[in-house]
């Protein structure tokens, strides 16, 4: 199944998809635009799009990229309501068509290693999850910043939580945004998890780090070991060493394996709304000031090729 | 009254004798004693023999005359949890001033009984802790220069990769639960029996304090406030039998009530087995504050050592410049000289108590709670 597949990037990201094209078989870059409006008048020439401009789409964008019925990679979701976004995802399903938002923490290659080490049973039942996300400033909904994590807890734990309890400090200029969130969450079989992200950093680099705790064993994945030191004067400059192209590679290969297999794109649906749920917890969490306990499972759901 | 050496008794050593030897590696600190109730056991009467023959000095079965009859003006209190404040409550009313391993107690009456009598009596009081490790003090350090502006948020993972026995699900049914004191005595060989005691205590109670202790340095005093927890019987089969924990997770809020900038923290704690980590544990703070962050390493600066046939148990980092007895006990003589508070003296210990006793009781009903201060 060959699947020509449309980029919608900002300039400075275009090279680095450009880059890993050639390396997905079956699969070529048939066109690249910079905005979502460019790409209306090539739809013929892609079954599927892939949206990267560095910030999430906004609504008008988002409504556009519905508008084109092709199937949908998006880095970042937009700043729309849980439910809006499962409403979307449903949409497209009904279509036969993909979306899925990868907020990119499934893909890193050190959370993958983590994940696999957890999967393949070495450390034992995972018992704690703990990540920090802590990121410049930057626009958008902090909550949905918080996506990645959660997905991710999710799928490490391989189960939705059953209780959500959140906290934060709300921006300083706007009391009805958050600057800082933490999370946490506690799962069937005593398990739970610690998540933060933050939007308070100085400009320049991020940070972030995982770790999981298993009954037999423990991972670490952390910024903090990764790393190198530069000498110009002073204090030296920590440089992280980068993590390649293979986070974005990951990212394009497990959407196209959803496209050509509608069992790994019900999983994912699943997965998503998962999420959706905790993130929704997480919102009730911070307005009632209490713990949201969530009831154990979810529906089934039914995928179209 | 300021002298050159101070003497000093200690109450039973019946735990692992870290805290005795911390203070006697000051050499303005001297042990010219090791006293216990005639009543103990056998075996604690013979740890107790043990650390005075170690020192060369007298072992007396009756701690009011050995307070009373060698002069001593330090009391170093390190026996089962359950006689901590006991101990304490006692060498304080003798007029002695107190250094305490932690647990301060497993209970916060115990606790209420020890500040009052401390405050009465007027003597300092020091609660064992880690906060003079060099890392910590350089966090604390960076922070108080206001490099990364007042905090808003403070982590703190605190994972011994310690094993307490067999692991969870080892035990078959027809096999007797396991038994927290005995336990804890056969745990005394490897110095990992900082439980001991009758009444199980999980790792939140016995070494809470430790990270408490430095989030409470770190933020300046913050004082927390509400807690909201999850504790899980996870690793070991001893804990599972106790129904306490191996490990927790914390959410701290502090300050939201007292006019002060508010703080949110997190603690994820826990004896994690010795198969988790090559050291210690992974023991780490991460401190966001409106201007920067910072990211510690607890057991660093460190020296990476590996050789043919290293015994497993021998840690392959080997942990530099730790003068940390050495600047508690500087610490607690300049409290004793000045009258300045010692680095976490009896407030801070009921405090941290208090969060700990909060945790558990948000782990039972799974919604936050608040501390109970005094």
Redesign the interface.
């Known amino acids: 199944m060959i699947v020509r597949w449309a980029l919608i990037a900002a300039s400075d990201r275009c090279a680095d998809w450009q880059r890993i094209a050639p390396r997905v078989g079956h699969a070529p870059l048939a066109i690249t635009v910079e905005r979502v409006a460019d790409l209306a008048g090539h739809l013929d020439k892609c079954d599927a799009i892939v949206h990267d401009s560095g910030e999430p789409p906004t609504i008008a964008e988002w409504q556009q990229l519905l508008g084109y019925g092709k199937h949908c990679l998006i880095a970042s979701p937009p700043p729309i309501a849980p439910t809006d976004l499962a409403q979307a995802t449903e949409h497209f399903r009904e279509r036969g068509l993909r979306l899925l938002c990868l907020g990119g923490a499934r893909s890193l290659p050190s959370n993958r290693s983590v994940h696999d080490v957890v999967a393949s049973g070495k450390l034992g039942?995972p018992?704690?999850v703990?990540t920090?996300r802590?990121l410049p400033a930057c626009g958008g909904s902090l909550l949905q910043m918080l996506h990645a994590d959660v997905d991710l807890a999710c799928w490490i734990m391989g189960a939705r939580p059953t209780?959500v309890?959140a906290?934060?400090?709300p921006s300083s200029d706007r009391a009805a945004t958050w600057?800082?969130l933490?999370l946490?969450l506690?799962f069937v079989g005593?398990?739970?998890a610690?998540l933060?992200v933050?939007r308070?950093?100085?400009n320049g680099d991020d940070?972030y780090?995982l770790?999981v705790?298993?009954?037999?064993?423990?991972a670490?994945a952390d910024?903090?070991h990764n790393q190198q030191l530069l000498y110009t004067g002073g204090h030296p400059q920590a440089l992280r060493t980068e993590q390649g192209d293979r986070q974005r590679l990951a990212r394009l290969e497990h959407f196209l394996l959803t496209i050509a297999n509608p069992t790994a794109y019900m999983a994912d649906v699943l997965d998503g709304r998962r999420t959706l749920d905790v993130l929704a917890a997480t919102s009730e969490s911070l307005t009632i000031?209490?713990?949201v306990?969530l009831s154990r499972e979810q529906d089934s759901v039914e995928v179209t090729r | 009254m300021n002298r050159d050496v101070y003497r000093c008794a200690v109450l039973s050593v019946a735990k692992h004798a870290y805290v005795p030897r911390g203070v006697a590696a000051h050499p303005r600190c001297e042990l010219v004693v090791v006293a216990d109730d005639a009543s103990e056991p056998a075996w604690v009467h013979e740890r107790n023999q043990r650390l005075a023959d170690e020192f060369e000095v007298p072992y007396i079965r009756d701690v009011a005359r050995a307070l009373r009859e060698f002069d001593v003006q330090i009391a170093v209190v390190s026996p089962a949890a359950e006689r901590h404040c006991d101990l304490s409550i006692r060498a304080a009313q003798a007029g002695l001033h107190v250094v305490q391993d932690k647990p301060l107690s497993d209970r916060l009456s115990e606790c209420d009984r020890l500040v009052a009598a401390i405050d009465q009596a007027g003597v300092k009081f020091l609660m064992w802790n880690r906060n003079l490790l060099p890392a910590v003090c350089q966090a604390r350090d960076v922070i108080r220069s206001g490099a990364l502006g007042p905090l808003?948020?403070i982590?703190c993972?605190f994972?011994f990769?310690k094993d307490a026995g067999p692991?969870?699900g080892s035990r078959r049914a027809s096999d007797p639960p396991l038994d927290w004191l005995t336990h804890q005595i056969a745990a005394h060989a490897d110095g990992s029996d900082g439980g001991l005691g009758h009444t199980p205590l999980g790792e939140l109670q016995i070494e809470g304090i430790y990270p408490l202790a430095y989030l409470h340095m770190l933020t300046g005093g913050a004082k927390v406030e509400r807690v909201?927890a999850?504790t899980?019987?996870?690793?070991h089969q001893l804990n599972v039998d106790n129904h306490v924990d191996d490990?927790a997770?914390v959410?701290l809020?502090m300050n939201a009530d007292s006019g002060r900038r508010?703080i949110?923290g997190?603690l994820?704690i826990?004896r994690?087995?010795a198969?988790?980590?090559p050291d210690i544990g992974?023991i780490?703070l991460?401190v966001?504050?409106?201007?920067?962050?910072l990211?510690v390493?607890e057991s660093r600066p460190e020296v990476a050592v590996y050789y043919r046939q290293q015994p497993a148990a021998e840690f392959r980092h080997r942990r530099q410049a730790i003068d940390m007895d050495y600047l508690l006990m500087e610490n607690f003589l300049a409290a004793i000289e000045t009258g300045s508070p010692t680095i976490v003296d009896h407030h801070v210990g009921r405090a941290i108590a208090a969060t700990v006793e909060a945790a558990l009781a948000s782990s039972r009903t799974?919604?936050?709670v608040r501390v109970d201060h005094l």
Not at chain 1, 213 to 218: D, K, R, V, Y
Not at chain 2, 232 to 235: G, I, L, N, V
Not at chain 2, 288 to 293: H, I, K, R
């Open positions: 039942i018992g704690l703990r920090h802590w209780t309890f906290r934060g400090v600057d800082y933490q946490h506690g005593d398990a739970m610690m933060d933050s308070r950093l100085p940070y780090s770790s705790i298993g009954s037999a064993g423990a670490y910024d903090h000031d209490r713990a306990h | 808003r948020a982590h993972d994972y990769s692991p969870r909201f999850r899980a019987s996870f690793f490990l997770t959410t809020e508010p949110l997190t994820c826990g994690i087995g198969a988790s980590h992974e780490k991460h966001l504050g409106e201007n920067g962050a990211v390493c799974g919604q936050p």
